[in-house]
DNA sequence: GACGACGTTGACGTTAACGTAAAGTGGTTG
DNA sequence: CAACCACTTTACGTTAACGTCAACGTCGTC
């Protein structure tokens, strides 16, 4: 459903001429170091929807970057829920309705503040890390020069 | 154990003259708005170390720095134990061995690189959110002309 | 035609990080 | 003193995000 939606990748790749490369779940699997249980699971949960020839999956260009996008979003701390909620909201914009735009420029907004706080939390925590560090070389200095 | 440590927070506090302030379980419960479980399920874990007066437990600046840094620590995506790893590394610091030192050194490093790798994270997932962000306004635009 | 590599579904197991409920302790306040 | 509050321990429950295992289908090839 909703296949008719123009290209999830392409601002990300630009406006190559289509490549129709396609991918196999353990292709997709060792490209992003993870298993195909989890590629599997994402797709349970909403996260993925590969064509199927017969029975087994066929991944294209633009399930391989909404894997891209759910893992860059984990490392970032947002719940497999939290980041159906955005693609879902993008897939359905085309035809979407004002309330649900506006419901989706609303969680882009969460998801923004969201990254201002951790970028100020890495800011803090890098000079945390700074200070632990000279601490544990002047330690260490004071060892080699008492050791020797 | 090791109350010998000159003292962990004057990294962040600098050397005002001691505050010797304390604190109950729901004071800072609701400092840092986390239940008081959690902050007892974190002392199990070996994260928190609050002094006992009778029955009941008696936070201090120390350890209201170490939740603090603790609560940073996961909502930049740390485990509790990883956490935990590095504490117990800093307390160690003063009387550690230089195997101790340099293995905490390099768990810094591991720190640091994961914070680089989230750094280019977001400034990637900030991309894509201006991208969906500014289709969807389009989409929006277009609904208002064509409604009104 | 057996074998191995890869794919499939289904179901149960596991771990981290707490939530929640029960039952008791200790102080103070009307 | 009774009632209430904040605190305590113990223990079982819960959720997310997979791992693991069984049992099976489908190729290519030796």
Same mark, same amino acid.
């Given at each position: 459903?909703?296949?008719?939606?123009?290209?999830?990748?392409?601002?990300?790749?630009?406006?190559?001429?289509? !490549?129709?490369?396609?991918?196999?779940?353990?292709?997709?699997?060792?490209?992003?170091?993870?298993?195909?249980?989890?590629?599997?699971?994402?797709?349970?949960?909403?996260?993925?929807?590969?064509?199927? $020839?017969?029975?087994? $999956? #066929?991944?294209?260009?633009?399930?391989?970057? =909404?894997?891209?996008?759910? +893992? =860059?979003?984990? =490392?970032?701390?947002?719940? +497999?829920?939290?980041?159906?909620?955005?693609?879902?909201?993008?897939?359905?914009?085309?035809? &979407? @309705?004002?309330?649900?735009?506006?419901?989706?420029?609303?969680?882009?907004?969460?998801?923004?503040? @969201?990254?201002?706080? !951790?970028?100020?939390?890495?800011?803090?925590?890098?000079?945390? +890390?700074?200070? #632990?560090?000279?601490?544990?070389?002047?330690?260490?200095? $004071?060892?080699?020069?008492? &050791?020797?």
């Amino acid at each position: 459903m909703s296949t008719s939606s123009p290209d999830v990748t392409s601002s990300v790749s630009g406006s190559l001429p289509r !490549q129709r490369r396609t991918y196999s779940i353990g292709e997709l699997a060792r490209m992003f170091e993870v298993t195909p249980r989890t590629i599997r699971f994402y797709e349970q949960e909403g996260l993925l929807a590969p064509e199927r $020839r017969g029975q087994t $999956r #066929v991944y294209h260009e633009k399930d391989r970057v =909404r894997l891209k996008l759910t +893992l =860059r979003g984990k =490392r970032l701390g947002f719940s +497999l829920a939290e980041i159906r909620e955005v693609i879902e909201m993008y897939d359905a914009m085309p035809d &979407g @309705n004002a309330r649900q735009l506006k419901r989706l420029l609303e969680i882009l907004g969460e998801k923004r503040a @969201n990254m201002e706080r !951790q970028l100020e939390d890495i800011r803090l925590m890098q000079r945390e +890390l700074d200070d #632990v560090e000279s601490r544990a070389r002047e330690v260490l200095d $004071r060892l080699a020069r008492q &050791g020797a």
